[in-house]
């Protein structure tokens, strides 16, 4: 099998991981380490729907370590995604400016394709044509699903179609 390249969304999520550790759980919507357990494994299952559907699977997980970077930053948890703007673009200029060392930057082509999948991704019912939108919305929605959260609605019809697409269900 080819060797996927994969190096600069691993450095973002060393970065990520080391900045995300030291916060501690006061005034949080959400457990620090539910972020942090999230943003590993959606970024794994990102790249496996991105395997399956044939899109950028850097790219894609890409934009799952980063979909939930205001509840951690700015401890929003209603409009996370809409408010996600300003910590997403603080993230890539630290890994840019920084912390890739030698490695390719994330560059603006790619960080408008994020932006859009992040700013929207809580509308789990809309569907649209946009695939990281789709990839996003679907792999937030199986991730939350494997770590035995209640799924209904959208969020169930959206796990079933991607475990059913895996030849899972
Ligand atoms: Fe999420």
Known sequence: MDKLNVKRSSRLLVMLYN??????????????????????????????????????????????????????????????????????????????????KKLDPITDEEIEIILSAISVHSDKEIFSNNRYVEMLKNVDSVDRYLYGIKTEEAYSTRTESFLKDLNIL
Do not use: T
């Not at 799952?64 to 995604?81: C, M, Q, R």
């Open 19 to 100: 900045e995300w550790r030291k916060h501690e759980n006061i005034e949080r919507p959400l457990k620090i380490e539910w972020n942090v357990m999230h943003m590993f494994s959606s970024s794994q299952l990102a790249k496996l729907y991105a395997l399956k559907y044939e899109i950028d699977f850097e790219l894609c997980s890409i934009i799952a370590i980063l979909h939930d970077i205001a509840v951690v930053e700015g401890k929003f948890k209603s409009d996370h995604d809409s408010l996600a703007q300003k910590y997403v673009l603080g993230a890539i200029n630290r890994y840019n400016n920084e912390y890739r």
